[in-house]
């Protein structure tokens, strides 16, 4: 969706709530995906998983977006192996993860271009992430996953329960690009 999630985030939860017969009073925890990622889209989806928390009186916690979209390689796949999370910015860059099999960072998220993107790659890493397809060597494993929302809270309950403080702050990894109204 490239316009319009304000006005869809909340309703979209709504309706999955409905579905699964749940209210507010039967969460104890509210995941939301922190970035890297588009300005605006991590600005909503904070503002509204906050708002959720405050109404619904549960902790938010927080998860980086390389996190959760590896947390949908099923861990029979991931055991035991490096994953490296490459997803597209739409500016010719790419963010960069190295984790673990059990989704621990072994690197910070960085902002990297397509050339060091392409140095990362190691022979026995798996890939993911919607940009790394454009990185793939011959006989580099590769496994299709996109952030999911039932991973996420998997993820965030786990992470919680073992003590992690994950807080819901943006996680950014270069300023937004705004131009500023030049004085009169």
Request: net charge negative; charged share 20%.
């Amino acid at each position: 969706m490239e316009r319009g999630q304000s006005e869809a985030l909340l309703p979209m939860v709504q309706h999955v709530m409905a579905e699964a017969g749940v209210t507010g009073d039967d969460l104890d925890l509210v995941a939301v995906t922190v970035g890297p990622g588009a300005f605006t889209g991590i600005r909503i989806g904070l503002s509204a998983a906050r708002g959720l928390g405050l109404a619904w009186g549960v902790r938010v916690a927080g998860i980086p977006c390389p996190q959760a979209v590896a947390a949908a390689i099923p861990a029979e796949i991931r055991k035991g192996k490096t994953i490296l999370v490459l997803l597209e910015t739409k500016r010719g860059d790419v963010w960069a993860q190295r984790l673990d099999g059990d989704l621990n960072p072994l690197t910070p998220p960085a902002s990297v271009s397509a050339e060091i993107a392409a140095a990362m790659v190691a022979s026995d890493d798996l890939l993911c992430g919607d940009a790394a397809h454009r990185f793939v060597t011959h006989g580099t494993p590769i496994a299709a996953c996109h952030a999911d929302a039932a991973h996420l809270a998997e993820l965030a309950c786990r992470l919680v329960q073992q003590g992690f403080d994950l807080p819901p702050v943006p996680l950014y990894l270069r300023p937004p690009d705004v131009t500023m109204p030049k004085r009169p």
